[in-house]
């Protein structure tokens, strides 16, 4: 059975860090790209950053370049997300996405998502 479960979220004030984990299970996770997007209220869901393999060139929206930082451990098949200097802005509900992209198939796995609240 395919899982990926986020941990991580909670409240924190402006200027705080958190740290998001995605746990995988029951996929190849080494050979997907992995991803963090954020939903907040009345918005549409957006791509956070982005990781292919380890020591790759991670990529970022530019709302958190040189504030968060993305990572992954295939040994123990979670990505995480480093975020620190935290505004009011990122407040969104966060969700963890792998995706590997074949010739003939997608697969395409999300996470349940965990809220982040950060307050001024």
């Known amino acids: 059975q395919v899982r990926l479960v986020e941990s991580g979220g909670g409240l924190v004030q402006s200027g705080g860090s958190l740290r998001l984990s995605c746990a995988a299970s029951?996929?190849?996770?080494?050979?997907?790209?992995l991803n963090w997007y954020r939903q907040a209220p009345g918005k549409e869901r957006e791509l956070v950053a982005g990781?292919?393999?380890?020591?790759?060139?991670?990529n970022y929206a530019d709302s958190v370049k040189g504030r968060f930082t993305i990572s992954r451990d295939n040994a123990k098949k979670t990505v995480y997300l480093q975020m620190n200097s935290l505004l009011p802005e990122d407040t969104a509900v966060y969700y963890c996405?792998?995706?590997?992209?074949?010739?003939?198939?997608?697969?395409?796995?999300w996470g349940q998502g965990t809220q982040v609240t950060v307050s001024s």
């Open positions: 996405r792998a995706l590997r992209a074949g010739l003939n198939r997608v697969d395409d796995y």
């Open positions: 029951g996929f190849g996770f080494s050979t997907y790209g």
């Open positions: 990781i292919t393999s380890p020591g790759s060139s991670p």
